[in-house]
């Protein structure tokens, strides 16, 4: 095997269990246990040998950012691992990948909801979607805004095929910890507030948010879906 690799594997396993460690005692700072988090490694830029390595050492939740990338890595990838999808999600591509991801995390439009619902009903399935919102995040912009979530679900569980499973976000980018904080507790409180709803098509299993810099911090309030990449793959050059 070529010697680069078998570096990125080594240096994936020291990453690993250091996060591992990190997840556990997060978890139990806030009261929870270890498997009541989901660690999903956030994959673009990683070779499908780097990801396969990642599942054989237990990690099986992934997700991709790019349906490109993630069409041209799917041959190659276990069967059995979770596939996701995290990233901004244009409508006409949606029909590329409804089926193929378990779990579309990054919806804000009814337009790109309807589109899901569609292309699963053409293909007789119903699919997973986190609704995700923005929220601190001048940067990327994706997402609803915070204040407009009420309407957004109402229109939403309305379409037919498709499964809200929870919300995530970005949060924000090198923030300060109190802010961040602040926003951690805004997302868990919105979270827990519609957990407790009972929509019909709605549940609220996921809360998906924290990233390299902040995952602990996230699941100290109240994430229960961590997405990690360069804390366990090593920085990336771009994107
Ligand atoms: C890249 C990415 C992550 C992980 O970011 P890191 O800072 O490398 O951990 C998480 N979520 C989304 C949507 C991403 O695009």
Redesign the pocket.
């Known amino acids: 095997m070529q010697q680069n690799l078998i570096d990125k594997f080594n240096n994936f396993d020291e990453n690993y269990k250091y996060i591992l460690d990190k997840i556990n005692e997060s978890a139990i700072k806030s009261g929870r246990k270890f498997d009541d988090i989901t660690l999903?490694a956030?994959t673009?830029t990683v070779e499908s040998e780097v990801i396969c390595h990642a599942f054989n050492q237990g990690l099986n939740y992934m997700?991709e950012?790019r349906v490109q990338e993630f069409l041209s890595k799917e041959n190659d990838l276990p069967e059995k691992m979770h596939k996701q999808f995290?990233?901004t999600l244009q409508t006409n591509k949606v029909k590329q990948i409804v089926g193929k991801v378990e779990m579309i995390?990054?919806v804000d439009s009814v337009k790109l909801a309807r589109e899901i619902s569609r292309q699963s009903i053409m293909r007789g399935i119903s699919t997973d979607i986190l609704i995700e919102i923005n929220i601190g995040n001048e940067i990327t912009k994706s997402g609803i805004d915070f204040d407009d979530f009420n309407s957004f679900l109402e229109e939403i569980s309305k379409i037919e095929a498709i499964n809200v499973r929870g919300l995530?976000t970005?949060g924000p980018?090198g923030a300060e910890k109190s802010k961040k904080i602040e926003i951690f507790e805004k997302m868990n409180k919105l979270f827990v507030d519609n957990k407790a709803k009972k929509v019909d098509n709605i549940s609220m299993d996921y809360l998906s948010m924290g990233?390299?810099?902040d995952?602990d911090i996230a699941i100290e309030h109240g994430s229960n879906m961590v997405?990690?990449?360069?804390?366990?793959?090593g920085?990336?050059i771009y994107?």
């Open positions: 999903l956030a673009k997700g950012n995290i990233g995390q990054s995530m970005l980018v990233m390299s810099d995952f997405r990690v990449g360069s804390a366990l793959f920085q990336r994107k």
